[in-house]
């Protein structure tokens, strides 16, 4: 079995990343209580709050496949992505850019305050004002078969569908959503039918995925938008950098800066429970779990991927190189005999 992940500088097998994961996944089960499922869309408050898998595709090695890592569930959030990617590919990035900001909002998934208030774009592509503006640009580029296509195609999942029964619940109940798509009209951000703008936006957070599918995807972001094993290019490299980027600081919404000071893996939640996460350089990891925190983000889910990347040394800014970890302890080491050394010498 080849070596997979970095633990404590030293390469683990297979078998002990396995047991890794499996005692984090116990410990994060024990926080499930205290989330909850959504349910401002009532089909998704019909989800079972206990299930939790997660499925880990490393550069190298084998997959880690663990719990409800085969459950469907419709991605939401997690389809700004999807749609980010996509709209990078065919618009650019300065095109995209002209509508829509790269900055954390520090608001809500859902406010509309900001946009209305202080800013004449949505704060980014990853918050549902930043998303249906994109919605909006791609609609005239683009049809939602083609969208479903590239959707398969990216995860290497030819099972996913448009979830129905979550699309018309969430249609009926989004008037939130209808609002901030109509003040994106109102600033000339949307110029194409409003109306269509929030229907595929809404689609597109109706695919129903796995864990294991959005892992495949996230192996892919984390290999330059290369397929580990074909060696094909699905995304380009600058395309696959700003959507990481935008993930890092952005994807957790209002909670964004404390996850990557305690994960520190570009990560995009989605509100029926799934995250995608990409450990650059390292592995793809897709995570299910539907009960959320006050922040609309999976609450052990979140905890499992706390745990594992700290006992895998998956943080972005952990180095992969051992040898480069241990020089930078060794220089940290040495700042630290400094300032004893500057402490003594003022006391003297
Ligand atoms: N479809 C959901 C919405 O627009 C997605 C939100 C989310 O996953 N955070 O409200």
Redesign the pocket.
């Known amino acids: 079995m080849p070596n997979t992940l970095h633990v404590d500088y030293e390469l683990k097998t297979h078998d002990e990343t396995v047991k890794i994961v499996e005692e984090a996944m116990a410990s994060a089960r024990q926080v499930i209580p205290q989330g909850a499922v959504?349910d401002?869309?009532p089909e998704l408050g019909k989800a079972d709050p206990e299930k939790l898998g997660i499925c880990i595709y490393p550069l190298q090695g084998d997959m880690i496949s663990l719990g409800d890592c085969n459950e469907r569930f419709?991605m939401?959030?997690?389809?700004k992505v999807f749609s980010l990617c996509i709209a990078l590919e065919l618009l650019g990035a300065e095109k995209l850019f002209s509508k829509v900001g790269a900055e954390p909002s520090g608001e809500a998934?859902?406010s509309l305050v900001e946009l209305d208030l202080n800013s004449n774009k949505p704060y980014n592509p990853l918050i549902?004002s930043g998303?249906i503006a994109v919605a909006g640009m791609l609609i005239e580029e683009v049809s939602f078969h083609d969208m479903l296509r590239f959707t398969r195609e990216l995860c290497d999942d030819a099972d996913i569908q448009l979830n129905k029964t979550v699309y018309e619940s969430?249609m009926k109940t989004?008037s939130?959503?209808r609002a901030i798509a109509y003040l994106l009209e109102s600033k000339n951000i949307i110029e194409s039918d409003v109306e269509d703008a929030l229907r595929f936006?809404?689609k597109m957070?109706?695919l129903d995925v796995t864990a294991e599918s959005l892992a495949r995807f996230a192996n892919r972001l984390a290999n330059d938008g290369v397929g580990n094993i074909s060696g094909k290019r699905y995304l380009s490299s600058e395309t696959v950098r700003i959507v990481k980027t935008l993930m890092l600081t952005c994807g957790m919404?209002d909670g964004s800066g404390t996850y990557a000071v305690e994960v520190g893996i570009p990560t995009k939640?989605?509100?029926?429970g799934g995250l995608l996460a990409v450990s650059d350089k390292r592995a793809g990891i897709g995570v299910f779990g539907p009960s959320l925190d006050e922040k609309?983000n999976s609450i052990a889910g979140c905890r499992l991927l706390r745990e594992i990347a700290d006992k895998l040394r998956l943080s972005l800014f952990y180095d992969t190189d051992l040898l480069a970890a241990a020089k930078i302890e060794y220089s940290l080491n040495g700042f630290q005999r400094h300032r004893q050394e500057e402490t003594a010498k003022s006391n003297d």
Do not use: D, K
């Open positions: 959504a401002y869309i419709t939401q959030s997690i389809s998934f859902n549902n998303a969430e989004c939130r959503n936006y809404t957070c109706s919404y939640s989605g509100v029926g609309g």
